[in-house]
């Protein structure tokens, strides 16, 4: 047998044509793959980012049976009259620069393993070279560049002839037509990245279009270019034990409107660590990519919302969603490669106002979203102004100052980290956060001071106060309100405590009144 192992070395002058001819499988021509980067942009993108990671040495280990397109192998390959191998390529990049030996035998590529785990942060991730000459680029997991960090990631064991590493990033992977289109792939990814924070089954590409196809199809399941219907990918993702969320975005709207609409439901989801599989309308045809992460700036990028604080809508206030400051997300687009970039100007012909729907794979019990959760807490606002100002200010119930709301969704443990690590939290309000009995999930929409807030300083604290909501509640038949803080930074003028905390249990409603009213940071693990 052969030696299933070849070390080399990568330079940025290594073209991906003449690397992907090197590694590809035996038996398996990869020769017409690529034109330059043309006809396979994947894997032309993956190579660019490995090399601007500060790749050194790869790693090429063969005689890998991939569980995804081992799924794949056996709903469609498998049945063709010309043999395709099952098996397929796993390369392995590492920013350790040392001698490559004259031949990679077993002790070589022991002792540069070795080496490699003895440089903490050496080991950058890996790419699965599936035998397919259309869609070669198959799971993948690499780190992300620093200038596009996701938020939705989580770390990976790799493990390697007995050596432990780890990769933190969003896992990628090419669309295989023949098994699974955009949609698919995109769900493929979303779900990776989330199953093993909400311990659900990995499912493969190939096992997923015979989900979604299930009860609802108007053509054969394989082969598979023709496509998913919102409907059918409903239906994979809640095969899989999700439960997913459709937000559809309304078609008449001015451009910026409609930009601002798509940001505003999806942030919310993606600073709390949940992919966003977002269906875009292009000119060539429908298309599917998963957001992953955001791109925010130092300056407002979109307008104030006004709301009604109540259901017949008499009163108003006006505040800013934190999604005002993002200028762009950061996406996993099949077609062109990870970590790319979604904006308002097209970025490899595709941009956030061909949006036209999202699906959040929820987990299950999250019955209140992310945009009741802003109302809810609009409402709870109004109620402690009323409490705080209401002895001092007479009519006042309104904040004085124009604030942010950020709103993401915890885990009940995350958000007592968070008050046990704010020194700035008075002392009965870090004991009450840490002992209230609480649900799994929570939203909590937290709430800043407008002219502090820059979320593209993560150095700054602006928090004056924050909503804590019951996420599994009924949004309209049942209450959700579990905490609600403010400080007096909302009311310059008042002569109130510092700062007023109002709770609602089993018992009834309670608040109490304390001092320090410093600027907090915000949750930034909510998983």
């Known amino acids: 047998m052969a030696f299933r192992y070849k070390l080399r070395s990568i330079t940025p002058q290594d073209d991906p044509r003449t690397l992907l001819q090197e590694i590809h499988p035996p038996g398996n021509s990869f020769g017409e793959v690529l034109s330059g980067e043309s006809k396979a942009p994947q894997w032309g993108a993956v190579i660019s980012l490995l090399k601007y990671l500060g790749a050194k040495r790869l790693l090429i280990q063969y005689g890998i049976r991939d569980p995804d397109f081992l799924e794949e192998h056996q709903a469609f ?21 040392i001698p490559i030996p004259e031949k990679s035998d077993e002790t070589a590529v022991l002792a540069f393993l070795d080496a490699a785990k003895a440089q903490d942060g050496s080991y950058i991730g890996f790419v699965t070279v599936r ?8 799971a993948t997991i690499i780190s992300p560049p ?4 996701p ?66 199809s108007s053509d054969r399941t394989f082969p598979g270019r023709a496509g998913l219907t919102v409907e059918q990918m409903l239906e994979a993702i809640r095969f899989a034990g999700h439960d997913p969320l459709h937000l559809a975005i309304r078609n008449q709207l001015t451009d910026e409107e409609q930009i601002q609409s798509v940001l505003r439901q ?39 919302v006004v709301t009604p604080t109540q259901d017949d809508g008499a009163t108003q206030i006006t505040y800013t969603p934190s999604s005002a400051w993002t200028s762009a997300l950061v996406i996993h687009n099949d077609n062109t490669g990870p970590y790319q970039k979604l904006g308002s100007a097209p970025d ?57 709301l950020r709103t993401i969704l915890s885990t009940r443990h995350r958000f007592r980290e968070w008050a046990k690590d704010d020194a700035t939290l008075a002392p009965e309000i870090v004991a009450r956060y840490r002992t209230h009995e609480l649900p799994e999930h929570m939203w909590v929409i937290e709430i800043h001071d407008k002219a502090v807030f820059n979320p593209g300083d993560p150095s700054r604290v602006s928090r004056v106060g924050e909503i804590v909501l019951d996420a599994s509640a009924d949004s309209v038949h049942a209450d959700a309100l579990i905490f609600g803080r403010v400080t007096s930074k909302l009311w310059p003028s008042a002569k109130a405590s ?24 915000s949750l930034l693990k909510p998983w």
């Not at 620093?146 to 960090?149: P, Q, T």
């Not at 064991?157 to 590493?165: N, S, T, W």
């Not at 510092?498 to 940071?521: C, H, K, N, P, Y």
Request: charged share 15%.
């Open 498 to 521: 510092a700062a007023l905390l109002m709770w609602e249990d089993d018992q009834g409603v309670g608040a109490i009144g304390t001092a320090g009213s410093d600027f907090g940071r």
């Open 266 to 304: 999806a942030v919310p989801y993606i600073e709390s660590g949940l992919p966003v599989i977002m269906g875009l309308k292009h000119a060539n045809g429908g298309h599917a990519v998963v957001a992953i992460g955001l791109q925010n700036s130092s300056a407002q990028q979109h307008q104030e």
């Open 77 to 97: 390959y498998a049945k063709q009259h010309r043999p395709v191998t099952r098996k397929c390529v796993r390369i392995h990049a590492f920013s350790l620069d």
């Open 348 to 404: 490899g012909n595709y941009k956030l106002l061909q949006t036209v729907s999202l699906i959040v794979p929820l987990p299950d019990g999250i019955y209140t979203t992310a945009g009741e959760a802003e109302v809810l807490a609009i409402r709870a606002i109004v109620r402690l102004a009323a409490i705080f100002s209401g002895g001092t200010i007479g009519t006042l119930t309104l904040p004085e100052v124009p604030f942010v």
């Open 146 to 149: 620093a200038s596009r960090m």
């Open 131 to 138: 035998p397919l000459r259309h869609a070669p680029v198959g």
């Open 151 to 216: 938020t939705a990631q989580d770390a990976f064991p790799v493990h390697i002839a007995g050596i432990e590493f780890s990769v933190t990033g969003t896992p990628f992977l090419q669309q295989d037509n023949a098994v699974g289109a955009c949609a698919q792939a995109s769900i493929w990814m979303a779900l990776r990245t989330i199953r093993r924070r909400q311990g659900n089954v990995a499912y493969s590409p190939a096992e997923l279009t015979v989900a979604a196809t299930r009860y609802i």
